[in-house]
């Protein structure tokens, strides 16, 4: 590793935070998977899928200001294609009344917000201010993005449950995080690194959370079911065929 060059470095970096990245935006398939089945999105929201088209969007203009950001170029590209397939399913199952919000929120968010800080940033600044104005848009984006997962960490103590926290993604995440703050540093690149601090430093956050509440603390109701798993179970031996020839003979435990 002493031996590599900067530039060669920020290609190792973007390249597993390209794979990374790939594998969360994947991460959604097995939710449109049971969507596509039941032939329904009720009970699903879009929110999380629009957020991240938007935040894929302003990554990918702020990439194509620029002419060394391939890396960002390229997982961009395939992220927006894969939340826009992700709101296309969600929009073909849902309830109209579902589909007449989502609508009117890819149209506020992906269309008005995205046309807004195009428009104002090709017409108010040129060259490196563009540049700078739109990378401070997108830190912005991704430091509200990294904090989503703050309201689940809190469901996760009120509740003392990690049903709807999963360690695998937050995992994934802290990596995606690792490998972007690294690629960000060695392409001197601040509007991509700094934001990744904090996308690394809440990951661990959650995966902590998720083995105190899943080791340490649990829900009263799990282990209420598994008390219940293990209590004394009697055992009878039949006599004979009779319902009166069953005896007692004693107790096992689980």
Known sequence: MAFLTAQQLAFIFGLLGNIVSFLVFLAPVPTFTKIYKKKT?????AIPYSVALFSASMLLYYALLQTDKLMIVSINIIGCVIEVAYLTIYIVYAPLANKIG??????????????????LTMFLAKGESRITAVGYVCAAINLAVFAAP??????????????FMPFNLSLFLTL???????YGIFVKDFFIAVPNVAGFVLGICQMLLYIVYKYVIKNPETNLKQHEETKETPVYLCVDNETEGLELKGVISN
């Open 41 to 45: 999105s009720e009970g699903f929201h």
């Open 102 to 119: 989502t609508f009117k929120m890819i149209f506020v968010l992906n269309i008005g917000s995205l046309g807004s800080v195009v428009l």
């Open 150 to 163: 703050l309201s689940i960490m809190r469901r996760v103590i009120q509740t003392r449950s990690v049903e």
């Open 176 to 182: 995606c995080a690792t490998m972007w703050f690294f």
